[in-house]
């Protein structure tokens, strides 16, 4: 077989082709004027790969099934969804959000993760395009004085505050009131955020238990013993885990291991707990645990119209509060749309600032910004693994099922 | 010999005449590039800045760091913290930022030469350096801590003293600075200094036996990449507005900061910015393709692969390949 070496011309060719590759979509797309009625384009920029990506993926599941729930709902009008990969980093994020508007979007959405939701929040400010905060915490961005942003999820202290007030909650409801506490929380940026927002807010709150200890830990660690070990030797009535998945995995394994029953396994607000992985995994191990985080409201018909079409559509995966507050970030777009009568950008923004919905699916009052753009009627709800569901048991409007604390010994044989 | 002629001397005509159309093409760049395609020749033009101080460490002086985050970090933090604490202007907290981060990359530089670390167990002190850092900032509280330092976005507003601005302004800023590196590189590498980086790299006990200030030089070429880190750092922090630890520091930054170089082209004047151009036109179109095909993450899987091929390929780097067929090489390198 002889084979060809590459000519000077086949060179040029292939070099012609790749930049035109290349420089295609900037030059089809900057020449794309802005659509002033038509469907509702939403540009979704989400962290789809990276270090984020399940956590980005999961997020636009909620946004995939908003049409469906929208015609179940009878709510007028569809969304038109592209969705841009951030790769979790912030300057992608950045350059996503301009190839975005270039594109024609109509409303940005997104970003999951704050540093990222502040690149995009930057692009949506010069350039005049409203931009919908699903999912990011830090409480700087509703705090800067943006015109163009609105974010429909709780900030750091915001989820703390009420991560804690339904501790209370709780322990009045089910009349059995832990003495002492120790928190085991990751190092990483999230945990030492809801570290030092937990030590200053504790005091505030007026706590009925005293806080023994508090033990940080990598979040890559492998291992937990050392850390479990320390935090059994203080005799607290009650575990206040800050983890993510897989160090959660870890810290319950330890537990049942060193055979450390306390009252409750209770998160002050953060993941892990209730995430589907870890109830695959952790099995009979992983339930009665509590997570106090926003999440779905049961008896929303919203949200089991939203628990319907995800099913329908991803029967295999747990629709949890990503795809809970990404649908909703749609749900105020197509709202926002529907009350403006136009897709320019002024207009939109005009709408999203008088935003009202009554009916939507996460706990909480109606769905409305102040003056900053903030939703401030965001409450976080008592989740609790029952029978491999996370499963809402405070508060009691939107409670499924009644709350089980202390939680059952491990060997009890009702976790079987 | 004039500084002139010292930039341009030995280049062939062919040569100046490309150097001054692309200069010409970037300057005029912003008048016909839309929003989009502006955004990304700045990632071009920082990754090729960037690139371009990580070289005079390895490509120049064969010294392999592998936690130049460290630096950027450092100048964002710094000058952001001046400006966000004491409304004290970039322009002003960039020579206190350039100033910390020479002082740490001389740190590093002693501990590194003066115990006479070489290779990975250089590039191991690198990246020790770059993480302890990082968690020291998570709880500097007047840095922001974990949750992060955030500059003040104003749409509209171009305030060129306090470096606040659209997407053109930072075009302009990052496009003096790749020129400003590229000069200095080039008149580095003609220089005295130069020669010697470039023995020490080759063989640094055969250097230092025929009298080569071995260590003085190392520092030297660390002290200028930490400086010219440090200024892309400051653009990079006002440019996005926010500061993480968890981000500033990674060791995925740093890797990013030796991807250009390496793929263009190690150790030439511009391997960085061919380097720039074929990973950011590459990642872009490859991210095109995986929004096309809407499957998460084929980008990185491709972009992988094309890596691979683009190293296999043309180890020595893309430039010196495409220098021969544009008939523009650079002297012995």
């Known amino acids: 077989m002889t084979i060809r070496h590459p000519t000077r011309r086949d060179l040029s060719r292939a070099t012609l082709a790749g930049a035109a590759l290349v420089g295609a979509p900037a030059i089809l797309t900057s020449g794309v004027a802005r659509a002033q009625s038509g469907p509702l384009k939403v540009a979704l920029i989400l962290p789809t790969s990276g270090v984020q990506a399940q956590l980005g993926i999961a997020c636009r599941r909620g946004a995939d099934v908003a049409n469906d729930v929208f015609a179940a709902m009878k709510i007028e009008g569809r969304v038109e969804i592209t969705t841009y990969d951030t790769e979790s980093k912030p300057d992608v994020a950045r350059t996503q959000a301009e190839k975005a508007v270039a594109a024609g979007a109509h409303i940005l959405c997104g970003a999951f993760d704050s540093g990222q939701t502040i690149a995009i929040a930057q692009v949506a400010e010069q350039r005049g395009i409203p931009f919908i905060v699903n999912i990011a915490a830090a409480p700087q961005i509703t705090e800067q004085g943006y015109k163009w942003v609105v974010r429909n999820f709780p900030t750091a202290p915001m989820l703390i505050t009420s991560g804690l007030t339904l501790h209370k909650e709780l322990f009045r409801v089910t009349g059995k009131t832990p003495k002492t506490a120790v928190l085991m929380s990751v190092n990483d940026t999230f945990g030492t955020a809801m570290v030092n927002g937990i030590k200053a807010l504790f005091p505030k709150l007026e706590m009925p238990y005293e806080l023994l200890d508090i033990i940080t830990y990598d979040p890559a660690a492998k291992d937990l013993s050392v850390e479990v070990a320390k935090a059994k030797a203080t005799k607290a009535e009650l575990l206040m885990p800050v983890s993510r998945l897989n160090d959660a995995k870890l810290l319950v394994q330890e537990l049942v291991k060193q055979r450390w029953e306390p009252m409750g396994v209770m998160n002050p607000g953060a993941p892990g707990l209730y995430e589907q992985d870890f109830l695959k995994t952790m099995g009979k191990f992983g339930e009665f645990h509590i997570s106090n985080v926003p999440w779905l409201n049961p008896k929303s018909p919203m949200t089991q119209a939203l628990e319907k079409a995800h099913a329908e559509k991803y029967p295999n995966d747990q629709l949890d509060l990503n795809g809970g507050f990404t649908f909703e970030a749609m749900l105020v777009a197509i709202n926002a749309l529907n009350r403006a009568r136009s897709t320019h950008a002024n207009a939109l923004m005009e709408a999203l600032r008088r935003t009202k919905i009554d009916q939507h699916v996460m706990v909480g009052g109606a769905i409305e910004f102040d003056a900053k753009g903030q939703n401030v009627n965001i409450r976080s709800a008592c989740v609790q693994n029952l029978k491999r569901k996370p499963t809402v048991v405070l508060p009691a409007d939107s409670a499924a099922a009644a709350p089980i604390f202390p939680m059952p010994g491990w060997n009890d044989r009702r976790r079987g | ?333």
């Open chain 2, 1 to 333: 010999m004039s500084i002139v002629r010292l930039l341009i001397g030995g280049a062939t005509p062919r040569a100046l005449a490309l150097l001054a159309a692309l200069l010409a093409f970037l300057v005029a760049a912003p008048a016909f590039l839309g929003p989009y395609a502006l955004s990304v020749a700045i990632l071009i033009l920082y990754f090729a800045f960037v690139g371009q101080a990580w070289n005079i460490m390895m490509g120049f002086a064969g010294q392999l760091s592998l936690g130049h985050a460290l630096y950027a970090g450092l100048g964002g933090y710094i000058a952001a913290g001046l400006f966000f604490h004491y409304g004290i202007g970039p322009w002003v907290g960039a020579f206190v930022a350039v100033a910390v981060a020479v002082l740490a990359g001389c740190i590093v530089g002693y501990l590194g030469f003066r115990f006479s670390l070489a290779g990975v167990y250089f590039a191991l002190l690198t990246i020790a350096f770059s993480e302890f850092t990082r968690i020291a900032f998570d709880h500097w509280t007047w840095a922001g801590g974990s949750g992060g330092l955030f500059l003040k976005v104003q749409g509209g507003v171009t305030d060129i003293l306090n470096l606040r601005g659209g997407a053109t302004l930072f075009y302009y800023a990052i496009l003096i600075l790749a020129v400003g590196a590229f000069v200095l590189c080039r008149l580095l590498l003609e220089s005295r200094l130069g020669r010697y980086w470039l023995a020490i790299r080759e063989d640094a006990e055969a250097a230092q036996a025929v009298g080569v200030p071995v260590f003085r030089c190392k520092m030297i070429a660390i002290a200028i990449s930490a400086a010219l880190t440090a200024l892309a750092g400051v653009w990079n922090a006002f440019y996005y507005n926010n500061l993480f630890p968890e981000t500033a520091f990674a060791m995925g930054r740093s890797i990013e900061i030796t991807l250009a170089p390496i793929i263009g082209g190690l150790g030439t004047l511009f391997g960085p910015i061919v380097g720039a151009v074929v990973l950011t036109g590459m990642g872009e179109l490859f991210t095109d393709l995986t929004e096309h095909l809407k499957i998460s993450g084929l980008k990185q899987i491709f972009y992988g692969l094309a890596l691979l091929v683009i190293v296999i390929w043309r180890p020595a780097g893309v430039w010196p390949w495409l220098a021969k067929r544009l008939g523009v090489e650079e002297r012995g390198r």
